[in-house]
């Protein structure tokens, strides 16, 4: 299985990660970390979540942070991308999804507040905004697999 349904499995999920095959055809697996308001967006951007699929070779996976990272979370957050890189045996791409996770957005000035996951993590893509439109999250994914929208 996917490396995210191992992390969403067990007593201490709580529903704060979701997993979606972005196309429906296996080529890319998004897993939305959501920890804020921005998680709104990635709904209204992902279509249906789908059911576990096994990890094809060809098959990219992406981690989106989506929302506002703390200090006390961010182990957690450069956890869960580790853990997708070492279960399907490469670099996830990783996506900082709106101010708040690219920045610590409003709440920068905050002692608890970790001022952008680029601070723990190698970032991909940034989609800016409070709150990002849904569209450019779908356009990020499609420039970074080279997929044209149909």
């Known amino acids: 299985m996917l490396c995210a349904w191992l992390l969403l499995d067990g007593p201490h999920y709580r529903g704060s990660m979701r997993w979606v095959d972005w196309y429906g055809d296996g080529s890319l697996f998004v897993l939305d970390v959501a920890l804020a308001c921005c998680a709104l967006e990635f709904d209204a951007a992902s279509p249906t979540p789908t059911a576990p699929a096994d990890l094809d070779d060809q098959a990219q996976v992406a981690v989106v942070v989506s929302g ?15 853990g997708c890189q070492q279960l399907s045996g490469r670099r996830p791409i990783v996506i900082s999804f709106g101010a708040c996770a690219s920045s610590g957005g409003p709440y920068w000035d905050s002692y608890a507040v970790t001022k952008g996951i680029d601070q723990l993590l190698a970032v991909d ?26």
């Open 68 to 82: 506002t990272v703390t200090d006390r979370l961010a182990p957690a957050v450069a956890a869960i991308v580790d």
């Open 125 to 150: 893509a940034y989609v800016p905004g409070c709150p990002p439109p849904p569209e450019a999250l779908s356009a990020v994914l499609d420039q970074i697999t080279g997929r044209v929208p149909s």
